[in-house]
């Protein structure tokens, strides 16, 4: 009874419902998106097992380990007793100049339908120390014993399994290569040992390290010199630079990118960081330094290394650019309906609401086709493929919807305008708001301007008369 009395509101509420049964279907594209995300994650982390994760360079540093033992006098009298207390601690000296040079190669893994960017790092590093002094023992307690092991000259790695070649040079003398660091807080990477007689003098010490790895996600590096120097180049085009310094300059293009990172220790806490024992920071943590002031040799609330460098991620993933689209499949949907609306008004149609589910139904499966034909295909391709699939079978439905061949041309071609706007939306990623706003604006002046001479009381009564 009330569907005769007020027809137009009964068809906008049949539409109403139409839309939330697409919403749930939007959503379920939703659901299949992140599940496919969630499978390239586990392919990442399985290259990632398997070959190397992501790397982070601290070093090279020169580290010496030292005992020293001393005798306590406890009790008194027949109770009186001698016991030997003994303290370790690792002295470490930073250079005073770190320049590298280096170059990340992308190197594409595949599991299954899934590609994983690894990288290839073909690095050179310079340092040079001015002397020994900083690996100069000292007693803390008079008439104690102390001793040192032989310094050592080391290079930590975020992820060893990743070193396919590694040389070291000391002033000029190839040195044997050693697996491990020496040091307890950074054990994964590589040492050589120095000369014993090194450690204290007022010598100068050259290091030359050539150092071939290979990673996954991030590279970072440490500035633990007192002067850093970094040139980075790779071939990806997509770099997203963090750490707690970004590049003093830096070119990026379609072909890769070269950045150059410059800092001194006034700049920098790593030096400090590096001699109270602590390990690196991740590129997104965001304040490495404030336990660092807190630290005891009570507790384990040392800071950390701070760190700089490169995340190799994919900003056109075509899952991640299909999630994007996805969220605008509403808004999608909603302009459609509007414009046939529109049509159905001022041509005076009779378009019924299941008409609507079917139109919304064939945009609704757009969004899954793009999703399914991106794992095979480029996401162009596959764009061009599922839009123009969508927009041959609605001009053809459209043609019987708005009974007129032209009119479903027409309808054909702004369903394919649409289409043409949503992919400039993924691609567009800073000016989005700006483009989605126009075309929401220009599509509502486009209905008002259709509609401005339609008597909206005289066509409720024209629809409850034919009811």
Known sequence: MAAR?????????????????????????????????????????????????????????????????????????????????????????????????????????????????????????VATWNDGLALQAEREHAGSRLECDPPSLFVALGDARGVRQASVVIDGAPAPVLAGTTHGSQPRGFHVALAPAWAGARAPLRAEIALDLAGTGE????????????????????????????????????????????????????PQAVRAGARPCALGDADPEGPLATADANTDRRGCIETFGVAFFDPISPYALADRATKYGLLFIALTFAGVGGVEVVRRLRVHPVQYGL??????????????????????????????????L????????????????????????????????????????????????????ALMVATRHIDWYALAERARAAT
Not at 54 to 78: F, I
Not at 365 to 373: A, D, E, G, K, R
């Open 5 to 125: 009395r007020f027809p137009i509101l009964a068809k906008l509420a049949a539409i109403g419902a139409v839309l939330i049964g697409l919403v749930l279907a939007l959503h379920a594209v939703s659901d299949v998106v992140a599940e496919r995300q969630g499978r390239l994650r586990e392919a990442e982390a399985s290259v990632a097992a398997s070959l190397a994760g992501s790397q982070t360079l601290v070093g090279p540093l020169v580290a010496r380990e030292c005992v020293e033992t001393w005798d306590v006098v406890q009790g008194e009298g027949k109770d009186r007793k001698t016991l030997a207390e003994r303290r370790s601690r690792t002295l470490v000296g930073v250079p005073a100049t770190l320049e590298v040079t280096a170059d990340a190669a992308i190197e594409p893994r595949h599991r299954g339908i899934y590609v994983v960017h690894a990288y290839a790092l073909k690095s050179r590093l």
């Open 359 to 392: 139109v919304g139904a064939a945009l609704a499966i757009f969004f899954l086709l793009l999703v399914s034909l991106s794992e095979h295909v480029p996401f162009g391709a596959a764009y061009a493929t599922a839009a123009a699939a969508c927009t041959l």
């Open 219 to 270: 590279l970072a590096f440490a500035p633990v010199a007192e002067r850093t120097l970094v040139t980075l180049a790779s071939d990806w085009p997509h770099p997203s630079f963090g750490g707690r310094f970004l590049p003093a300059d830096r070119e990026v293009g379609e072909q890769g990118f070269r950045a150059r990172w410059q800092l001194n220790a006034l700049a920098t806490t790593a």
């Open 394 to 445: 609605l001009t053809f439905y459209g043609a019987f919807v708005l009974r007129a061949r032209r009119a479903g041309a027409l309808f054909g071609a702004g369903v394919g305008l649409l289409y043409g706007v949503l992919y400039a939306l993924l691609q567009l990623e800073q000016t989005a708001l700006l483009l989605g706003s126009l075309v929401l604006f220009a599509t509502l002046a």
